[in-house]
């Protein structure tokens, strides 16, 4: 660990207790469930839990050299960029689960996966991502040709 990961561990630490602290003035449960507060409180205390565990390993593990390191941008990171920026600018076009399923499918294989996990975990993420926030949550995502 550097000492940078203490001051970051320090610096969620804060923020999760400031979302702790809005969150609680917000009401906890209402009539029919949990309330605007209770998500935001939970992941407040769930950001200062990771946040203290950070803290505590980067005190208690030996600090490694703090020395820059360059950035190297290799071809593989270009083009993962590539690839978040054109989903961006297709959305309006192709529609939100598509380009999300597009999107997986070539980060898989990018990463070297093999065309048949690349193409099964991208249907199943794009499937998945469909149901829960279209259908369940009925988010309203941009929709393309295909309907979805």
């Known amino acids: 660990m550097t000492r940078s990961d ?12 400031l979302v702790v602290l809005e969150a609680s003035k917000l009401e906890f449960t209402s009539s029919y469930g949990a309330g605007s507060g209770f998500f935001p409180f939970w992941l407040g205390v769930a950001t200062i839990f990771s946040a203290m565990i950070v803290i ?7 600090s490694d050299d703090d020395s820059p390191t360059p950035i190297i941008w290799s071809i593989k990171k270009l083009l993962a960029l590539a690839a978040l920026l054109g989903f961006v600018f297709t959305l309006d076009l ?5 380009g999300f399923a597009f999107l997986v499918a070539f980060l898989l294989k990018l990463e070297g996966e093999s065309w048949r ?25 941009p929709v393309g040709p295909l309907g979805f």
């Open 6 to 17: 203490r001051w970051i561990g320090i610096l969620f630490f804060l923020f999760g207790f």
């Open 117 to 141: 996990n690349a193409v099964s975990v991208a249907l199943a993420a794009g499937v998945g991502f469909h149901l829960f926030f279209v259908r369940l949550l009925s988010v309203a995502l």
């Open 56 to 62: 505590l390993y980067a005190w208690r593990t030996p």
């Open 94 to 98: 192709l529609g939100f689960v598509t």
